[in-house]
């Protein structure tokens, strides 16, 4: 029974990122447990279940059962509705995660790992300012676990970090007030991304369409947490989009959640303590887009711990650092990047998007990328050009 | 204070990610405002997407 035992980790969180360390860890020979609160592990979805054919294949051959839809193409919508679209480089695809997430879980109890549900962590275990276990409520009995390291994959609502003294709250300005339903019953290109652009559809963010084949996608959308503060909730923006765009689909889920759209925190490391995924704000600022980003910061956290761990380190936050470090040189760089443009691209007018959208339209289709985009983005604002450039260089 | 319409919570945990104070616990269906935590900085409120939360005067209850 889990709750007698000892452990190597307990992974707070049976998300992507959590799902990820432990998969990797039990793997390098680690005993995990992995608990977590809800009920179902992938459910609710709050996610509007896109990834990058290349970001999936960093970690899994893609499986048929994963994939509602492959993407080729994108289209934008501008303010005026005039829209543009072009190809993708690269595939992507709209998951159905309630079964991929399921299916990561599974896959790191394959390498060994116990995973829980409906346990539930409130607190840590601290022994001379290390954390040294967590403690909570399994179907509302109370309960302790010790392990020699906790790993915060708890998500947005992250609360492992600030019981070890890490400062993870978000400012206001980087935090999408998101919502999303999946709707059936309308007739959509189920090759294509929709992105709408514009103060009035989704100040501060943007709205998007993510078919799920032919006749269901996922429609949501995330306003910036400044234009929250304005008093019209994210909820009523999508109302409306929906009234004029389908006022007839139906509405098979309804969710809401919050995107953390900030820089990754400079510390997400403490004494026995690690953070991944969104806990430790791992989000690509720009667009929203974090599985990829917290499964890869799952696996470079399992990475230093099997190696600690196994080498009977002392899990002091200086030996610790090492993911930190490595976290910060493989993403940090471009993750600011992302994140200045974000800034930006946020602080464009309706007009300037218009001017946009239509320069883009002049361009022939064969020569439409996104890397055009940004050109032509940054012809409209110079300062962007720096970021455009390092950001495509390496891409 | 801050006065939570419970039925209507999905449990994101989006006003968690904010709170300055800690003081909102979101479990699997149930949210709790620790009062005497709260500092009314209203951020809960703000980004909350679908307007669970709202200002209500201590006073008033
Ligand atoms: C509306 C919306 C749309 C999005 N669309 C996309 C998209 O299209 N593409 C993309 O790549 N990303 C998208 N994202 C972001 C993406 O969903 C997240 O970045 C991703 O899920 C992060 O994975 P994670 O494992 O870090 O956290 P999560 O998937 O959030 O997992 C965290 C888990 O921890 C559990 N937990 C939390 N606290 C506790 C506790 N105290 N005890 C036990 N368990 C706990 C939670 O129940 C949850 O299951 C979207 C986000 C939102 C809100």
């Known amino acids: ?395 | 204070m801050i006065r939570i319409e419970e039925n209507k919570c999905d449990f994101c945990g989006c006003c968690v990610g904010l709170c300055p104070t800690d003081c909102i616990e979101v479990k699997e269906a149930v949210i709790e405002i620790d009062d005497d935590e709260c500092v009314d900085c209203d951020l809960c409120i703000f980004i909350c997407p679908i307007e669970v939360l709202s200002h209500v005067e201590k006073t008033a209850v």
Not at chain 1, 43 to 66: K, N, Q, T, Y
Not at chain 1, 202 to 223: C, D, E, T
Not at chain 1, 279 to 304: D, F, K, Y
Not at chain 1, 305 to 334: F, Q, T
Request: proline share 3%; hydrophobic share 45%; with cysteine.
């Open chain 1, 1 to 395: 029974m889990w709750k007698k035992q000892q452990f190597d980790v307990v992974v707070v969180g049976g998300g992507p990122a959590g799902s990820t360390f432990a998969r990797i860890a039990a793997r390098g020979g680690l005993s995990v447990l992995v608990l977590e609160k809800d009920r179902d592990i992938g459910v609710p979805v709050r996610c509007g279940e896109a990834v990058s054919d290349a970001g999936l294949r960093i970690f899994h051959e893609p499986r048929d059962r994963w994939i509602k839809s492959t993407i080729t193409r994108i289209k934008l919508v501008a303010p005026n509705e005039s829209s543009v679209e072009f190809d993708m480089k690269e595939k992507g695809y709209i998951l159905d995660r309630r079964i991929f997430d399921y299916d990561l879980a599974d896959m790191a109890v394959e390498e060994g790992a116990i995973v829980i549900t409906k346990a539930y962590v409130d607190g840590l275990l601290i022994d001379n300012d290390y954390a040294v276990g967590v403690k909570g409520t399994y179907l509302n009995e109370p309960f302790e676990v010790r392990a020699k390291l906790v790993v915060g994959a708890d998500g947005v609502e992250s609360r492992v970090g600030r019981w070890m003294g890490i400062r993870t709250q978000l400012k206001l300005k980087d935090m999408e007030s998101a919502i999303q339903k999946t709707v059936s019953g309308i007739d959509v290109e189920p090759d294509r991304f929709e992105f709408y652009l514009s103060k009035k559809w989704a100040p501060g963010g943007y709205l998007w369409v993510f078919p799920k084949g032919r006749h269901m996608a996922n429609i949501g959308l995330g306003i910036s947490g400044n234009y929250a503060r304005e008093g019209k909730a994210a909820c009523r923006f999508l109302d409306e989009f929906l009234e004029w765009k389908y006022p007839q689909a139906s509405v098979l889920t309804t969710v809401a959640g919050g995107v953390p759209v900030a820089k990754t925190l400079k510390q997400i490391v403490a004494n026995g303590l690690m953070l991944v995924g969104d806990a430790a704000r791992t989000v690509n600022p720009m667009t929203g887009g974090g599985i990829i980003s917290a499964m890869r910061s799952g696996l470079l956290a399992a990475e230093t711990a099997v190696e600690l761990i196994k080498n009977r380190k002392d899990l002091h936050m200086k030996n610790l650092r090492e993911y930190e470090h490595r976290w910060h040189k493989i993403g940090g760089r471009n993750h600011e990047r992302y994140y200045r443009l974000k800034e930006a691209i946020f602080r464009f007018s309706d007009d300037d998007l218009n001017r946009i959208a239509s320069r883009i339209a002049a361009v022939s289709v064969d020569d439409r990328s996104l890397l055009k985009l940004f050109s032509i983005a940054v012809a409209q604002k110079p300062t962007l050009l720096i970021d455009v450039v390092r950001l495509f260089a390496r891409l």
